[in-house]
Every structure is written in structure tokens, then in C-alpha cells.
């Protein structure tokens, strides 16, 4: 039988365990995977004599890096069969939420969006180097690539994030006033004042995993489509409530105290008109929600 490690190696390892879960979600969009690649991590880590270890922080996060990358491919198949816009899964990020934690303020649902589109190699990178702050001759210690190699690849993810998100974040205040004016437009049914504030372009992205009545098989554009579906969707019966979701001011719509979607606004640079929204009503992406929480309970 094997002995269970000692009591600093665990200490250590639970230290450093809200960093490795932040890297890992970020780089793979999901709590499962990110929870099985902290469990191969622990593994590892236990395997060690963890006493020769000098830097403990840069070897966990180097092994947890590449456990990521290791179920990129497994995860990315997954995501050829889903069913409908793939979106990540939310997790809830202000002062009510419970482990685990992302860093909220820079891995917004939108951003996560644009990081699938980036190849395994090229987000690792990114969120190492952008999100996370690590230098490029750390990173490439980490990868086991060179230096120049890395910042070649850094430089590559980073012009094409820029190049499909160039607006700048807006604040939280604006970005709440704007969310709830949005949700007591959609559920007072008042179409004109929903139109007015979403741009002409705007997409909506319905994430069902086709286990969901709100779930669509194809993203929804145009300013007409997606203010009629909005309004013909928000129905009564349900409670509306105000959360932080990935460190954006959100709404989470609950039903007996079940959680039914999160929805998720993007606004434009100057915070006047909604560009994306997405919703996620897949309930196997929905276990980190609780209806527990200060949040100001929204129209319903």
C-alpha cells in the first residue's frame, strides 16, 4: 500500500493549488479537466522525494502545464461532437465564491472564447506570459523550447487575441448598470429599449450542450434575431440574480434554487452597446453555481 505523503508536501502542494487551478482552467476552459490534471499533478508531486525539489512553485506549475497540454487532444474531440457553440464553463469569481478561484479580472468568458481559437501550444503560452506574468526564458523552461522559439510563439497568440478583441475592458459599474438594464428590458418584454442597446452585429451564443431548452444548435446574429429570441425566452416562474461570473458582472437565473443559465453581456469600448452575449444552460457546466450568495436578486 502506498504511504501517504508527508504532512509539508501536502501543504505545500495545497499552497499552491488556487494558482494551479487558475493556469490549468484558463488554458483548458473546464472544472473536470482542470481537476483531473491537479490530481495527476498531486501525483506527481507525491512521487518526488519533495525535499530536493528547490523550487517547488516552478516544478508543480511546469508539471501541471503540461498535464494541460497533454489533454488538449482528448478535450479538443470532445468539442468536435458537441452539440451546438461551444462555451467555457463559468465560474463565479466575487467575494461569495468558493474555491476554486480564477483570476477573474483577465480570463473573461469573452476571452476564453477567443483562447480556443488559439492552437494548445499558442494559449499555453499566452496565459503563461499574459495572464500570469511568467518571462519567456520561464515559460520555455516549462515546454522544454527555447527561448526565441517561445517568443515567437507568445508574439503570434498575442497579435491574434488583439486582432479579434482590440476594445478595451469596461468598467464593472458601467458593465452592471448595462446588464441589468438589459435584463429588465428582456423580461419586461419592452423589444424597442432591448434593441436600442445592442449593436447591429451583435451575436448571441447559446451553449445547450443539447440538454437544454434555451441551448441552440448555431450561434444567433443580427440585432433583430437576437432581441426577439431574448425577449421570447425570459420567461416568469424563475429568479434572476447578479453575479460575478470570470470576473465579469453577470446574470445567473436559477429555479428552485437550481441554477437554469449564466449569461454573460460583452460590451463595446465605450459600454453603450451589447457586441456578444453568451449563455450557458448546459447543466453539466453549471455544478460551481449555488444559489447562495449577496447578489441582488434581479426581475423575474
Not at 420567461?235 to 437554469?260: H, I, K, M, T, W
Amino acid at each position: 500500500m502506498r504511504e501517504s505523503p508527508p504532512a509539508d508536501a501536502s501543504e505545500v502542494f495545497a499552497g499552491h493549488r488556487e494558482l494551479l487551478f487558475s493556469i490549468v482552467y484558463t488554458m483548458l476552459g473546464t472544472v473536470g479537466d482542470t481537476e483531473d490534471v491537479l490530481q495527476e499533478t498531486w501525483l506527481a508531486w507525491t512521487a518526488r522525494d519533495v525535499a530536493g525539489i528547490d523550487n517547488p512553485r516552478a516544478y508543480l506549475v511546469r508539471v501541471a502545464v503540461n498535464q494541460a497540454l497533454a489533454h488538449q487532444s482528448a478535450l479538443r474531440r470532445r468539442k468536435e461532437t458537441y452539440l451546438g457553440p461551444w462555451l467555457p464553463e463559468p465560474l463565479v469569481t466575487g467575494p461569495d465564491a468558493a474555491e476554486p478561484a480564477v483570476r477573474g479580472e483577465s480570463v473573461s468568458i469573452a476571452l476564453l472564447v477567443i483562447l480556443e481559437t488559439l492552437t494548445p501550444l499558442e494559449r499555453a503560452v499566452f496565459v503563461l506570459h499574459e495572464v500570469f506574468a511568467y518571462q519567456h526564458t520561464e515559460i520555455a523552461d516549462m515546454l522544454d523550447r527555447s527561448p526565441a522559439a517561445i517568443r515567437q510563439v507568445a508574439h503570434r497568440a498575442r497579435e491574434h487575441v488583439q486582432a479579434r478583441r482590440p476594445r478595451a475592458r469596461v468598467d464593472r459599474r458601467t458593465h452592471r448598470e448595462v446588464t441589468e438594464r438589459f435584463i429588465e428590458a428582456a423580461f419586461g418584454g419592452d423589444l424597442p429599449a432591448l434593441m436600442e442597446m445592442l449593436a447591429p452585429d451583435v451575436v448571441l451564443w447559446p451553449d445547450g450542450g443539447g440538454k437544454s431548452a434555451a441551448g441552440g444548435p448555431r450561434p444567433i446574429r443580427g440585432r433583430d434575431n437576437v432581441a426577439r429570441v431574448v425577449v421570447a425566452n425570459a420567461r416568469g416562474g424563475v429568479d434572476v440574480r447578479y453575479r460575478q461570473v470570470n470576473g465579469d458582472p453577470s446574470v445567473v437565473v436559477f429555479e428552485e434554487d437550481a441554477p437554469l443559465a449564466v449569461m454573460v453581456l460583452d460590451l463595446d469600448a465605450g459600454g453603450e452597446q451589447v457586441c456578444d452575449i453568451y449563455v450557458v444552460s448546459n447543466p453539466d457546466k453549471l455544478g460551481t453555481i449555488s444559489g447562495d450568495g449577496a447578489e441582488t436578486p434581479g426581475p423575474a
